[in-house]
């Protein structure tokens, strides 16, 4: 018989460090892992880089994480409308680097693949290209891009069984399937748990061999 992967908040973020490098999916806060985000809150852990589309809303998701100064790095693609985090950032309390949002979801892409990078035009002749090498293809110029890696995913899922099989729910899925694809360890947490097969195998959007924990989350996140 399979071993369920589902674990409690605390002992889900025993494998977890401060000063990690961590995902964590989301549009604005549709599809945010907030429990686990809590937990890491809970958990104290701190110095932490993120990897994310941007930083939510204050006093949400990954607005948690700057309230409670936790983010020494960010790397997205917008800050969204999240003034605390403008704050912190104009203060040098939070760095961050601004990533084109098409060029973010496939340096991740990448990053899951284990490919070398992605060459993109988005950003030629922008600060954007300062410093990256150019490459030039059929007479095209590109930017090469390296891939993006983390050591956690955090990710958020509608349903999932005990092995882990994911399905998301429509906008909510976002960034959620690159994510897991994209780090060493993943912690998914989900609005309902099922026993395994009790999902339609042609629904699964994230299969159960990228995820290794599971935690019960809160519903309509």
Not at 170 to 184: G, K, Q, S, V, Y
Request: net charge negative.
């Amino acid at each position: 018989m399979v071993k369920s992967k589902v674990v409690s908040i605390d002992e889900a973020m025993t494998h977890l460090r401060s000063g990690m490098t961590v995902m964590i999916p989301g549009f604005v806060n549709c599809g945010v892992p907030e429990t686990l985000i809590k937990g890491v809150i809970a958990a104290g852990y701190t110095d932490l880089n993120i990897i994310s589309n941007n930083t939510s809303v204050q006093g949400r998701g990954i607005g948690l994480l700057v309230h409670e100064n936790r983010i020494h790095h960010i790397t997205c693609s917008h800050i969204g409308s999240n003034k605390e985090t403008v704050a912190k950032v104009v203060a040098g309390e939070i760095d961050v680097t601004f990533v084109p949002q098409g060029t973010l979801c496939e340096r991740m892409r990448a990053g899951g693949a284990g490919i070398g990078g992605i060459l993109t035009p988005t950003g030629l002749g922008t600060p954007m290209e300062e410093g990256k090498q150019i490459v030039e293809v059929d007479g095209v110029k590109y930017i090469l891009e390296k891939p993006l890696h983390a050591d956690v995913a955090l990710i958020h899922a509608w349903k999932i069984d005990r092995m882990g099989n994911c399905i998301f729910r429509r906008t909510a899925r976002n960034f959620n399937p690159i994510m897991a694809a994209a780090a060493d360890l993943v912690i998914a947490e989900a609005e309902e748990i099922v026993e395994t097969g009790e999902l339609d195998p042609d629904s699964i959007m994230t299969p159960g061999c990228l995820v290794d924990y599971i935690v019960q989350g809160c519903p309509g996140t």
